[in-house]
């Protein structure tokens, strides 16, 4: 998989998000998103169009390629299982436990990333069968 910057990885991201919502992403929703101006956001389309991942005509809606939908899918299930893990089960606020699933998301390994999945799974499972457990695992790392 070509490495993308975490800049255009934000984009594609936010378009899969937007996508979800509004069922169609235009430039505004992408201004809006991530609060940059519609220049920037112009910029990041031409190099996703150039690299295959979009399809957007001039002042038209923006539609993710087969393989943008892949990689966006992708970004966005580790930027919600990062998010959920830190506050979740390490007990970070909502807020922060967002921006550093963003910041985390882009430079993970996926040997790190898949031990957090596995962590995750065994941590949902123990609180499933005790629930006092996974009270008390919490506890351990609330401050």
Known sequence: MEKLSQSLEDYLEAIYIV?????IARVKDLVNRLGVKSSSVIGALKKLGAKGYIEHEHYG????????????????????????????ILNV????????????EHDLSEESYSKIIKLLSHIISLSDSDPACFEELKKSVKN
Do not use: Q
């Not at 990689?71 to 830190?86: N, P």
């Open 19 to 23: 996508s979800l919502d509004k069922k």
């Open 61 to 88: 809606h923006i539609e993710l390629t087969d393989e943008g939908r892949k990689r966006a899918e992708r970004l966005y299930e580790r930027h919600t299982t990062l998010t959920k893990f830190f506050h979740d």
């Open 93 to 104: 606020d909502e807020e922060t436990a967002e921006e550093d699933a963003c910041r985390i």
